[in-house]
């Protein structure tokens, strides 16, 4: 789903760069609100996993690839804001580095993979926990609804900024139908891999997890004919600190296997995008990325000879500089919402 510079004119680029730009923003203050000294270093994890996750393409359908989009994930396990910010702090990490998505497509490709699937994915999984039952198995199940409906919903908004701004004349009904059909198939993968590693997370830390909150039901007893809230079981902070750390340092290391190692047997075959634009010609004014030639371009490292090794410590490099960024980030947020309670 990355779109390359080319794809759209510069009108439409400038003009969802101002969308995106403004989501930040909003998102950089609603994002205050939702991290604290426990959650804001998971967020800086969140967007590492994301990362790494993405280089591992999955086979969908004749000769073509699906990766996670991550939205979803990011808005259940940190929150819609904070998942926006997670989001973008990874494409602009593999836009920058590795080559990935155009630099001139930065505001479409924010746009698209981080505004329109988080905010799509959290309104229909806080539109599902509504009306289902408050338990673990609810939660996972609305997280793999939530995910599979926000990847056909981003190629679809890829296709009305398309319509809007293309730089080739397709056919925009055929544009559709491919992008829709073969991004449903992606869907699936994306929706597995979110309820996944949300019932993970929620089967460790559920008080950690955005969407989860509330989640535990407090026990009542009647004391002089009225039920109340029964004291909660003390639990030293010291275990629930460590408890903490060996789900950041698990996560860490989850990714880096992933990244450095995993990515390594994904598949080779074109993603979703690829796919279409060759098959219906939209990417016949591609042009050559800004960052093409970086010592990280492509997922490699420059004057590895050895793929697997390359590979891998290109991974592991992205994985290790996506999370100081996004810590880096979300630590200033949270840093900035302590300062505002004081003041």
Not at 38 to 56: D, E, K, S
Not at 232 to 239: D, G, K, L, N, T
Not at 240 to 258: N, Y
Not at 311 to 329: E, P, R, S
Request: hydrophobic content about 50%; some cysteine; aromatic content about 6%.
């Amino acid at each position: 789903m990355h779109v390359p510079d080319g794809f759209i004119d510069a009108p439409m680029s400038a003009a969802t760069g101002v969308v995106a730009a403004g989501a930040i923003a909003v998102s950089l203050r609603g994002a205050r609100r939702e991290l604290d000294e426990r959650t804001a270093p998971l967020a800086g994890l969140v967007a590492a996993f994301i990362f790494a996750v993405q280089m591992l393409n999955f086979p969908v359908a004749a000769g073509t690839s699906g990766h996670l989009l991550g939205g979803a994930l990011a808005a259940i396990l940190v929150g819609p804001y904070t998942g926006i910010l997670c989001v973008s702090v990874v494409l602009l990490m593999q836009g920058i580095l590795f080559a990935d998505g155009g630099l001139t497509a930065l505001g479409v490709n924010i746009t698209d993979m981080a505004i329109t699937t988080t905010v799509v994915a959290y309104a229909v999984f806080r539109g599902l926990v509504t009306i289902l039952p408050r338990s673990r198995r609810s939660i996972t199940a609305a997280s793999f609804v939530a995910a599979l409906l926000s990847v056909p919903a981003a190629a679809l908004v890829f296709t009305l900024l398309y319509a809007l701004g293309g730089t080739t004349d397709v056919s925009l009904g055929k544009v559709a139908t491919a992008m829709i059909g073969v991004h449903v198939l992606i869907g699936v993968g994306e929706a597995a891999i979110t309820a996944l590693t949300v019932g993970a997370v929620i089967a460790v830390r559920p008080d950690l997890v955005h969407g989860a909150r509330g989640l535990e039901q407090r026990l009542k007893l009647r004391v002089d004919g009225e039920l109340v809230d029964a004291p909660r079981p003390s639990e030293p902070v010291a275990a629930r600190d460590t408890s903490r750390r060996k789900l950041w340092i698990g996560g860490l290391v989850a990714s880096l296997v992933l990244a450095g190692f995993v990515s390594f047997y994904a598949s080779s075959n074109p993603d979703g995008l690829e796919k279409v634009a060759a098959d219906q010609g939209i990417d016949r004014q591609t042009k050559e990325h800004a960052s093409a030639d970086s010592p990280l371009a492509d997922y490699g490292v420059r004057d590895v000879e050895d793929a697997r090794l390359s590979g891998g410590l290109a991974g592991v490099i992205g994985v290790g500089v996506t999370v100081v960024a996004g810590t880096g980030v979300f630590w200033a947020v949270r840093r900035r919402r302590s300062t505002s309670q004081v003041a």
